[in-house]
C-alpha cells in the first residue's frame, strides 16, 4: 500500500501535475504544469500567485491568506500591494495597494502589519479579517534612521515581546577611508558603527522612535537584508552580506577560484551586544576561521576576531542572503519544522559565472542547525549560465509562510510570487 | 611685391582649398556612400565600423584590458551594471554623452547616486585617478564604443586637460 502510494506520487511528479489540498475550506489547489520553472525536492509543487506586481522585495501572508507584498519603489503612489485569492484556487485574482514609499521590509505580527521605508518603519492595525484599517494614517513606529545609498533596505523582525528589530546596514563596502578604492586604508575605529553596520532594536508601540530611543542591539554587521527571529532558540539569527571585492582588489591574496568565493555568506545567532566583526575580519568557510580584512593588515591568513561571533552555518560568498525564515507550518516533512529557509538573490560579483539564484535550506534542531544547507528551489533565473546577474529573469528576495504552511517566495525582477506546496507522502 | 605677395597669397589659398577638398573628400567617400538597399547600408555601416576598428584597434584592445581588471566586476562584462547597485555603461548618454563629465566621474569617482536611465544605483564609485592618462583614453575609448555604444574616441590629451582642472 505505501510503496503503490509512493509509485502513485512519483507518477504524478513525472507528470508535474502535483495536487494538493487547501487546508482552507477544503479547497484542493493545485501546482502549475511547470511549477513555475523551480526545480524543487520530490513531493514539492509550486503555483503562481501573481506576477508582475513590481520590484517585490519582503513579502508578508496574513492568517486568511492575503499576500502583502513591499515594493522597491513605489508605483503609482503604492508602494505596498495586496494579493487576494478570492476563488480559492491559490491564486491572487484580486489586487489592491496603499503606502506612497518604497522600501523593503514587511512584516505580521498580533493583528498589526509592520512596513518599512529606508529610513522609517510603519505600523498599520488589521481588522478582523486581517486588512489594513487605516492605509493612509498608519503610525511612524522609528524615523529618522541613516539612508545614504548603499546598503539602505531597513528589514525587520519582531520577537513577540514587544520589540522589533531593524536593520542598519553601513554605508560602505569595508570602511575604507575611501569606499572601494584599492589600496585605501581601513578606518581604526570605524566611525560608522555609532549609526550603522548593526541590528536595533525598538519597541512596537512606540511614537517617531531614532537612534536614542532604542539600542545598537548588535554590532560587526555590514548589511543584513535577511533576519528572522527563531521562537525555538529565542534568538534573533540574520544573514550577513559579506565584503566585496575580495579578490579583485587582491588578486595577489586571493587567486581566482578560492578567492571569488571568499568571504562566506554568514548566518549569525544574536545575542544583546553581540559584534560579528565587520569591518575587521571576515569568515572564511575553507579555513573555518575569521581572517583579518587587507584593509587592516591581514594576508588572507591572519586568523583576528577573538571576541567576535562565529557564524552558525557559513554558505558560499557573495550570493546575497536576502530574507530568513524560520518555518514553522505543518504542511511540509517532519525535518523542515523549525529550519531555516534562506533566499539568495543571486552574486554580481563572481563573474564569470554568477551563482546563488535560489532558495536554501537549513535543518535545525533545539535551535542549532543539525545539518549542511542543501538548494531547496532553484531555477529562478531562467537561465543555465549567469554571466551578469541582469541576465536573471527573477531573483528571490523575500520569504513568508502562509496560515496553510506553504512557502511564498518573492521575486523583485519579474515581480512573481511563487508559493510552494508539498503534497508528497510525510 | 604687392603682386607677387598676393599670387603667393592666391598660390597657399588654392593650396589650402586643394587640401581641404582632400580631407573632405576623404570623408565624403566615407559618409557618402547611400546605397538603396538596407544590405548595402549595413555593408556600408560594417565597411564603416570595420575602417574605424581598425584605426583604434590598439587603443581599445588596451582599454579592453583596463576594463576586464578594474570594472567588470561592478559593471559587469556586458556593461548592463547590477540592478539598484552598480548602473549600466550600455545605452547611456553619461557614457555617449559629454566627454569631460565621463572622464571626470573615473578620475574623481561618484557617490551621489547619478540617475541613469530613471534608475537610482546605491554603489560608491571609487575614483580612479591612479590610471594613467593613456589608460583611461583607451577604457573610455572601449566603453563609448562597446555594449551596443557607438560614440568619438577620448584622447590622452582630453584625459590630461581634465586632470590638470583636478589637481
New interface residues.
Partial sequence: MANQLKSNWFLACITACVFVSCSEGGHRISADADNVGLALPEGFGALKVADSVGAARHIAVNSKGDVFVKLQRAVDGKGIIVLTDTDGDGRADEQTGFGDYGGTGIFIKDNFLYASSNSEVFRYALDENQRVTNPEAPDTIITGLIDRRQHNSKSIALDGAGNIYVNIGAYSNVCQEKDRTPGSPGMQPCPILDSAGGIWRFKTDGIRQTYGDGQRYATGLRNVVGLDWNQEAGALFVMQHGRDNLHDFYPELYAEGVGIDLPSEAMYRLSEGADAGWPYIYYDHHQKKKIVNPEYGGDGKQEGGADALDPVVAFPGHIAPNALLFYTGDMFPARYKNGAFVAFHGSWNRAPDQQGFMVAFVPFENGQPSGDWEVFADGFAGIDTIAAPGDARHRPCGLAQGPDGSLYVSDDVGGTIYRIVYAGAK | MQERNSRKYSQIGVAILFLLLVACGGHQTEGQTQPETANGQEAALQGKSASALSERTAGMRAGQVVYD?YC???H???G???????P?LAKTDYVTGDKERLIRIVLN?S?E?LEVNGM?Y??????HS?LSDEDVANVLSYIRNSFGNHADTVSVDEVRQVRATLE
Wanted: include cysteine; proline fraction near 12%.
Fill in positions: 581588471q567588470a566586476t561592478c559587469q562584462t556586458n548592463d551594471g547590477v540592478p539598484n547597485l552598480n549600466p569617482g557617490n547616486g537610482v546605491s554603489n560608491a564609485m571609487p575614483a591612479f
